[in-house]
């Protein structure tokens, strides 16, 4: 059978057309397009279908999408303004089976798909005692041009569910003096300062900003634009501020890492994702991002005991989405 899997997101989205059978999945055609340079998800599409050029219609085709997915309404995308109608797609790609999931119920479903050369092990918690990810709940968030967060729990034959949240949305909570006056710089910014607004490609810009007033008093025009990118490579160039944003950073995600731990108690794995994740791998393998993740008083020793993964294949929600689609497919 034929499948479009896609992993929409706020940068970049990511489109496969696959063919599928009992045996193996051949992918006909694959790109990584830019979001901002189309005007809709129809747009996107359009141009994907020309691009794949394939004869036949796609008998499921199933998009993750960063943002909240509800049954039968028009989907607004969060970091993009983009709203999906699914009678509208449906007809454009004339598919019998459209999903939408979540994108990070899509990178929840990738996690079956990955091998020991797609992850590190960030911390390795009681995972070999446990035996790793036998039926035990497991947990991934990332931070990309948002922050998301999904949970998997296994079913009686041992296959993982996910399930999406917009926990990326909660409150965000400073852990000491530093990062009050991170929230006081924020909150005359943001009517809502959310985890997300610090987790995430813009956050780090918010937070070289605050690092930049913080340390010299003075805001200047040309230095408020640094994305993630920008913020990164000058602090391993050893700009100070950069570097102190970094560290900051770095403080704030594994702060937010230790939350997840207490609230999910994810000894099958908690895993780490998004864009952003990958990308400053030196930082969450310095000793201050496990040191902050276990700074949980009375609870330290219960975060000790997650295992904690750092994703490095970037394809994961394609993956994950490609999977939820056969799986759906099997199982409907
Ligand atoms: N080297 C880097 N260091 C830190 N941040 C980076 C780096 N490169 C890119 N980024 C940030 O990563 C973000 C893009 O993340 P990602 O690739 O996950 O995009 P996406 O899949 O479109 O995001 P989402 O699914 O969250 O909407 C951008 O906001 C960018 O600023």
């Known amino acids: 059978m034929n499948v479009i899997a896609g992993d929409i997101g706020g940068t970049k989205s990511w489109l496969a057309w696959v063919q599928a059978d009992a045996q193996a999945t051949r992918v006909c055609f694959e790109h990584v397009y830019a979001s901002g340079e189309f005007v809709s998800a129809e747009a996107l599409l359009q141009q994907f279908l020309a691009d794949a050029q394939q004869t036949l219609a796609p008998d499921a085709v199933c998009l993750a999408l960063p943002g909240p997915v509800q049954a039968d309404q028009p989907i607004r995308l969060t970091n993009l303004d983009w709203t999906l109608e699914h009678a509208a797609l449906q007809a454009l790609l004339n598919t019998p089976q459209l999903f939408f999931m979540n994108?990070?119920?899509?990178?929840?479903?990738?996690?079956?798909?990955?091998?020991?050369?797609?992850?590190?092990?960030?911390n390795a918690?009681?995972?070999?005692?446990?035996?790793?990810?036998?039926?035990?709940?497991?947990?991934?968030?990332?931070?990309?041009?948002?922050?998301?967060?999904a949970w998997m729990q296994a079913d009686a034959n041992g296959h993982y569910q996910s399930f999406a949240t917009e926990g990326g949305h909660t409150d965000f909570a400073p852990a000491n003096a530093q990062q009050e006056r991170l929230l006081a710089f924020m909150r005359e910014r943001f009517s809502h300062v959310s985890w997300e607004r610090v987790l995430s490609g813009p956050g780090v810009n918010q937070v070289y900003q605050f690092c930049l007033h913080d340390m010299t008093g003075s805001l200047p025009d040309e230095l408020r634009d640094r994305g993630g990118a920008e913020?990164?490579?000058?602090?391993?160039?050893?700009?100070?501020?950069?570097?102190?944003?970094?560290e900051l950073f770095t403080d704030i995600y594994a702060n937010w890492v230790g939350n997840v731990a207490l609230l999910y108690q994810p000894r099958g794995g908690l895993y780490l994702a998004g864009g952003i994740s990958a990308r400053i791998q030196t930082w969450l393998q310095t000793p201050r991002f496990l040191a902050a993740c276990f700074d949980k008083g009375r609870?330290?020793?219960?975060?000790?005991?997650?295992p904690i993964y750092l994703i490095t294949n970037t394809r994961l929600g394609l993956q994950g989405a490609?999977?939820?689609?056969?799986?759906?497919?099997k199982t409907s």
């Open 299 to 306: 609870m330290a020793g219960l975060v000790q005991q997650m």
């Open 231 to 246: 913020v990164n490579s000058a602090a391993q160039a050893g700009d100070p501020i950069a570097l102190a944003a970094m």
């Open 125 to 149: 918690g009681d995972s070999l005692r446990l035996r790793s990810g036998n039926g035990e709940s497991r947990v991934i968030t990332g931070a990309g041009t948002g922050l998301g967060l």
């Open 103 to 122: 994108d990070f119920q899509a990178a929840a479903a990738g996690v079956a798909t990955l091998t020991a050369d797609d992850y590190v092990v960030l």
């Open 322 to 329: 490609l999977a939820a689609a056969l799986h759906h497919r």
